[in-house]
């Protein structure tokens, strides 16, 4: 018999590569504005978004494609997007 | 505890199987004619009978959306739907199936309009002839309780993992009450341990994502898995129906029934309600002296080749009656028993019959009919013919 292959993937890096690269603007987490709701972590579509051990969200620019969802989701404003050309 | 016999419908004897199955979510939106099965489960629910959760939805497609959640995380799932339902319930019916995902559903067939029809026929079903979904059809409330609980035993198969689909026709077979055996709670826990034991795809502590894409290569290697799987899933329905057939003294160990075949030179082929009344013409037949058989398909998907192909071997002729219709085409049971037999290298008679569309009656008369045209030469072989109510149409 045959073993059932499942359409599954692990995280890791995708067939596209790192996709830090594609990004025109960049996240970057005020942390004293922070009230560490971690919305941002759940809607980062990547997921570029980690929480460390006190509950504060960092991101990571290998990664992060710069679409701005946190920022547009954080509720406190504690996300500023940052062009990447300035 | 003895085991009890109920006076069931084809619908309650489902919701039965369900019950005895200890199934854990039930998604559902209500359709005709398959409403009264998760009716009779919310009342199993709700009276502290099964411990399950029912999910009211909005549609069939989010009906099935929750089955595949709530399947991804290990969760033993069931829903039911039909006609319409079963056609906006489509995409994510694919999407279980290519998910690998073990949830039992039951289709009972419905003609599909317009105009507005409840009544039964196979086109709804036969929407889901390629999509992975194992599929079976059965022809009594008794068989369908026996599949129902053999279904989730056969889905949850480390070795197939796919959903499964009992189907049967509107009616004749959902809302007509007949005497059914249960198997006794302990029977059915024995038979189809916890569903706890099935390997959950979704943990947070191990984080998968499901349907990523993937390179073309792979994906194709996906298919052609799914392939190789669903074809060996005939072992497994023969092992678990004969199991089955151990314990409740009904046997499954075979994906067809054979009726009076053994000597037959003619065999009738049929799925649904109508094999009884193809198998009351048998005897009115066998009565004056014809050598005629009967061969229901209870096993759809995969379909029984070999067991099509040692029919055919004997007998001279087949006389395939088909519920639903290719357009443009033509039957399309009657296509696949002739695909298998081209594919076996046997050439012979063989008649496709389009009886009972729309939810029009096939009767034993109809069968006994088409016997002695196909036996005067009146029907042409490999044309589609089409009979309703014993007129050629
Ligand atoms: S900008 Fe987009 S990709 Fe980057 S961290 Fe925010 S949500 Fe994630
Ligand atoms: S959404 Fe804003 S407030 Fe909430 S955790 Fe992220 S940065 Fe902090």
Known sequence: MGEVIYPVTEPGEGSAGKTGNWRWQKPIIIIDKCVKCGLCWVYCP???????????????YEWCKGCGICAHECPSKAIDMVSEYE | MSRTKLVLTGNYASAYAVLHS?????????????????EKIDEFIETGMLDATMVRVESEHSAMAVAIGASAV?????TATSSHGLLYMYENLWWAANARLPIVATFVTRTLGPPWNIW????????????????????DAQEAYDLTIQAFKIAENPDVRLPVGIAYDA?????????????????????LPSPKAIQPLLDVDKPYSI?????????????KNLWENILDAKNVIREVGKEYGELSGRDYSSLVEEYECEDADTVFISMGAMAGEGMDAVDKLRDKGYKVGHLTIRTYRPFPDHEIKTIAENAKRLIVFSRALSNGKGGIL???????????????ETYDIIAGLAGTEVSEEDFMKIYHDVRSGKLDTGKSIF???GEYV
């Open chain 1, 46 to 60: 990547e997921p570029a978004i980690y929480l460390d051990k006190m509950g504060y969200p960092h991101v990571n």
């Open chain 2, 171 to 191: 009616f004749v077979i959902s809302h007509t009450a007949e005497p059914v055996e249960l198997l006794t709670q302990e029977e059915a826990d024995k038979f």
């Open chain 2, 120 to 139: 039964s026929d196979h086109q709804d079903f036969m929407t889901l002839r390629d999509s992975g979904w194992i599929l079976f059809m059965v022809k």
């Open chain 2, 22 to 38: 200890r199934a854990e979510v039930v998604p559902a939106y209500p359709i005709t004619p398959q409403t009264t099965i998760v």
């Open chain 2, 211 to 223: 349907g990523n894409l993937p390179k073309a290569d792979y994906h194709y290697i996906l298919r």
């Open chain 2, 334 to 348: 009657y296509d696949d028993v002739a695909s298998t037999l081209y594919r076996e290298g046997l050439r012979m």
């Open chain 2, 74 to 78: 290990g969760v033993r799932t069931y």
């Open chain 2, 387 to 389: 009979i309703r109510r």
